[in-house]
């Protein structure tokens, strides 16, 4: 008797594992093969792509929930979608490191994201895609900033960002033509720019920091935006230029007024609005910055009727 009570509860435990594999399977296509109530949304990226605030004094900063990524899930519900964020973004990180760097993470996303240590965060988006082919609606990248930020204190400013461009194109290329393979033809790839902060040197008043940031619009306008522009429409993606979108672009001729500045140009108005830089040398954006950002992508998708 009790021989067959244990083959019993032995067959009912397989039938069990049995209808509940199938469930787990439909789950991620929905109920009858229909698109899942909610679809992930996939971050990559350096210091902005996990929403960076700057520390104290002589402290690190760290990741939050106030980044573009964090954002933009409540934005895109406006538009009729609904989002999980999924963020594998690193502060620091260079279109080489993306690549290459296996470390732990020093500057991560806020608790609750991937810990992918062993792994490149290229691999381990790269595997999460593939993993999830058909339940991911969208992939954002902020990438390139680090390459060439360094620039701005080199003695050859010019050589610098030359060499930089160049490991720029060749890294980027790689990456997004992995995430394009690992995602599939039908998800959007979103690649972002940045704000040029430089612009918030022009507050010191001093020339050769004037003469530093008008040059700075000139190298996001004609070197790293079309750069970067490039290599995310090669895949299919879509490239918002949040340098034109905050204004950078406007003549240093046209003047608003700012508190504590005074009279300043617009562009580097709007700079020390929503980024750190103009008061903290900070390149990282306050909370309305990265909301800034979040919009800019929301409009990339289309509205759901």
Not at 59 to 67: A, E, F, K, R, S
Not at 80 to 96: D, I, Q, R, S
Not at 129 to 153: E, Y
Not at 188 to 195: A, E, N, R, S
């Amino acid at each position: 008797m009790a021989q067959r009570l244990r083959i019993a509860l032995a067959l009912a435990l397989a039938i069990v594992v049995a209808l509940a594999a199938p469930a787990v399977a439909s789950a991620a296509k929905g109920s009858k093969g229909k698109k899942p109530d909610k679809q992930f949304y996939v971050s990559l990226g350096d210091s902005y792509s996990i929403g960076y605030q700057p520390g104290p004094p002589g402290q690190l900063g760290t990741g939050t929930t106030d980044g573009y990524a964090n954002q933009l899930p409540k934005l895109a519900r406006k538009r009729g979608y609904k989002l999980k964020l999924v963020n594998f973004g690193c502060g620091g990180e260079t279109t080489t490191s993306i690549l290459e760097r296996t470390t732990a993470c020093i500057v991560g996303p806020p608790e609750g994201q991937p810990v992918y240590t062993g792994q490149t965060q290229a691999a381990a988006a790269e595997a999460f895609l593939k993993k999830h082919r058909g339940v991911v609606k969208l992939v954002t990248v902020s990438i390139g900033g680090n390459d060439v930020t360094v620039c701005a204190n080199s003695p050859d400013p010019g050589g610098c960002v030359t060499e930089a461009l160049e490991r720029l194109r060749a890294n980027l290329a790689t990456l997004v033509q992995r995430l394009r393979g690992a995602a599939g033809k039908r998800v959007k790839i979103v690649g972002l720019t940045y704000p040029d902060v430089i612009l918030g040197l022009w507050v010191t008043g001093n020339e050769n920091d004037r003469n530093l940031a008008s040059a700075s619009v000139v190298v996001f306008r004609d070197l790293i935006n079309p750069a970067l522009k490039q290599q995310y429409e090669s895949v299919g993606g879509v490239f918002v230029d949040v340098t034109a979108a905050t204004d950078a672009y406007f003549p240093l001729d046209q003047t608003t007024v700012l508190p504590p500045y005074g009279e300043l140009p617009i562009a580097v108005a709007t700079v020390c609005r929503i980024s750190y830089y103009c008061e903290l040398r900070d390149i990282h954006l306050k909370p309305e910055g990265y909301l800034e950002m979040a919009k800019l992508i929301a409009e990339t998708l289309p509205k759901k009727k």
